[in-house]
Structures are given as C-alpha cells and as structure tokens.
C-alpha cells in the first residue's frame, strides 16, 4: 500500500513535468559545493562579461561568522577566491589579531563577479547576485555576521546610512548579530580609520569567543 501510494505520487510529479528529485546533500560542505559549480556559469547580470572566474566564497561551511565584502578585485577574479589581494593580506592579519584565520571564518562577497576597473557593483548587479548570498547565509548559519565596508552594508542591511552611521552600532540581519566596519582596502588607503577598526574587530572578537557554535 506504501508503495503503492509513492508510486502514485512519483506519477504525480513526473506528470507535473519534475523529472529529478531533490537529493539532500550530506553536509553543508557539500550543499556549498554543489551550488558553486551551478551557479559558477551565472549570466544574470553584465558582471559576467568579465567574468575570469566566479569567486563563490571559502572558508568553514559551519563557521560562527561569516565576513562579507563587495566584489571581487583582479586578483580574485583570476583565482577564483575571496580576499587574496592586498585586501586580503589585510584582511588576514587582521584576523591574526583576533586570534583567527580564514579557515575559521567563511569569507565570501556581495556580488560574486569583479565589477570592471573595481567600480561599485550597480543596483541591478547587486539584486541580481544578492540570493545567492542570502542562499550562503541559510545553508551557514552563523551568528555573527561581519560586513566589510559601505557597499556590503547598505546592499544586506538594505540602507542608504552612512558607513560611520551604521559601524556606531551593532545590527540584526534575519535574527543575526551584525557588525559593520570598514573595508580593508579603504584602511590601506586611509590609515587613520586602522584605530577606529582595530576597536570594531575587538568587540567583533568577543561575540565570536561568546557564541562560537
Ligand atoms: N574586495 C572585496 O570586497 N572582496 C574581495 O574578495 C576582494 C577585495
Ligand atoms: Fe551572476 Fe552574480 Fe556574476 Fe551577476 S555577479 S553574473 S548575478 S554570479
């Protein structure tokens, strides 16, 4: 009889025109995995002109915090990963402040394309790619989550305030403590905001040590 009634509904469904099941994937490792090769083809928006490699995210599937920058630079379009620029030298040292690495973290972006010449990813560039993200931020669940300059706040916290604005205070993005700070490359180009950011990261540091999962 229980057969009976799954065969009935595989008829139902082959006949509503789904050919292939679901396949729940056995990690989040996996699941990540999965839709980085679907999505690493992606022509929604122009941004794939540019394309050299898609730059999907990396680091701990199952992290405490996820860091969220704007776009992919140069270098991250020719490699393929997140922050391995002079960002992301930064970026590293950074972390290696707060006693971390960028294993323990998963680091990925706003738009998964490098804009050309590194401008701001446009309106349209941004919704496009954003559910993507908002997919990465479902499957991880972190607690924390680390927004990396102007561009990567305003797009997820969806505001028009002020990057000083929105680092004078934490936030909630669906339930999760949000920080907002700002992004390593404008550090290496103002090094008088390094203290302000310095004090971000600490705060930023003892939430991690409080709700690492
Ligand atoms: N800047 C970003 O915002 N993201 C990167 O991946 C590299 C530089
Ligand atoms: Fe697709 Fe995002 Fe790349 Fe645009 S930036 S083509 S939406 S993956």
């Excluded at 030298?89 to 680091?107: E, F, G, H, N, P």
């Excluded at 102007?150 to 000083?164: G, H, I, Y």
């Amino acid at each position: 009889m229980a057969l009976r009634s799954l065969r009935l509904q595989l008829e139902l469904l082959h006949n509503l025109g789904i050919r292939e099941l679901y396949k729940p994937a056995d990690s989040r490792a996996e699941l990540l995995a999965r839709l980085q090769a679907a999505y690493s083809t992606c022509v929604k928006c122009q941004l794939h002109t540019g394309r050299v490699k898609f730059v999907y995210g990396e680091g701990d599937p199952n992290a405490t915090a996820m860091l969220i920058g704007e776009g992919p630079g140069e270098q991250e379009n020719q490699t393929g990963r997140p922050f391995v620029g002079a960002a992301g030298k930064l970026l590293d040292d950074m972390l290696k402040a707060i006693q971390l690495t960028r294993s323990d973290v998963y680091i990925c972006n706003i738009v998964k394309c490098r804009p050309p010449g590194n401008r701001d990813p446009e309106a349209a560039e941004r919704e496009a790619c954003l559910p993507y993200l908002l997919e990465q931020i479902d499957i991880i669940q972190p607690r924390l989550i680390l927004l990396l300059g102007r561009v990567a706040a305003q797009t997820l916290l969806e505001t028009t305030l002020s990057l000083e604005k929105l680092r004078s205070s934490t936030h909630e993005f669906q339930g999760i403590k949000t920080y907002v700070s700002y992004h390593p490359a404008a550090l290496l180009r103002n090094p008088n905001w390094k203290r302000p950011a310095w004090e971000d990261l600490q705060k930023f540091r003892d939430d991690h040590l409080l709700l690492r999962k």
